[in-house]
């Protein structure tokens, strides 16, 4: 058990970019979550995947942003033309589908918009 | 929609102290599940404990307990015995039990720092 991988650990890119980021969960675990939190503030739910379906989205998500998980496997988060407020760290979390099975997190992705 | 709210910001205590972190939450669902993570500077979150909210016995973990008082909607986290590797923030979150998404909803934290 390696646990949930993200990469990058830091992007800085200038706004108006698009960027990736990139999570591997726990290898047995089907659901995959995504979370942001900016600085001072609890995480927030972003989307949710259970095998490579996309069952959930936030309102948070809006259209400039994207996720994927083609195989059920690793996910995408993609955001495209980044704005300021985009600046935040992005979560990645990972459990088994199971009954109510705890969270593993990730180290996160820290986007910075100049 | 439910709603976790921390009320304080920052705590401080002296290594070997008892304290206690607050936490309460607003629902109309009877099944959830609450947690409390921890967030240590620059590592990622982990789960400290979590509590079924059809159990009336309170969790406990090593050092660590919650007192969980369903009617008031509360849930505070009690550490004993600090030590300094329990530095960090401290996220209360509650999940429906929901064969769905079974996202967490996440307080503002608390910065707890235990002093040498």
């Known amino acids: 058990d390696t646990g949930v991988s993200q990469n990058p650990r830091h992007k800085i890119t200038k706004r108006g970019q698009n960027v990736t980021f990139r999570c591997d969960p726990i290898?047995?675990?089907?659901?995959l979550y995504w979370y942001r939190q900016t600085l001072g503030q609890g995480p927030e739910f972003l989307t949710y995947?259970?095998?490579?379906?996309?069952?959930?989205k936030s309102r948070l998500l809006s259209d400039r942003f994207s996720a994927e998980r083609p195989k059920g496997s690793f996910s995408t988060l993609e955001i495209q033309r980044t704005e300021q407020g985009d600046s935040a760290m992005y979560l990645c979390a990972s459990s088994l589908g199971q009954g109510t099975q705890p969270q593993h997190f990730g180290d996160g992705t820290r986007l910075s918009i100049l | 929609a439910q709603t976790v709210t921390q009320s304080q910001p920052e705590m401080s205590v002296q290594e070997a102290e008892t304290v206690t972190l607050s936490c309460t939450y607003d629902t109309s669902e009877n099944n959830y599940y609450l947690f409390w993570y921890k967030q240590p500077p620059s590592r990622q979150m982990i789960l400290v404990i979590r509590?079924?909210?059809?159990?009336?016995q309170n969790a406990t973990e090593n050092r660590f307990s919650v007192n969980f008082q369903k009617a008031a909607k509360s849930f505070s986290l009690k550490i004993s015995d600090s030590q300094l590797g329990d530095t960090a923030m401290y996220f209360c979150a509650f999940m429906k039990h929901d064969q769905g998404a079974q996202k967490l909803v996440f307080g503002q934290g608390t910065r707890l720092t235990i002093n040498p």
């Open positions: 995947f259970q095998n490579e379906a996309q069952l959930e």
């Open positions: 509590q079924e909210a059809y159990k009336q």
């Open positions: 290898s047995e675990h089907n659901r």
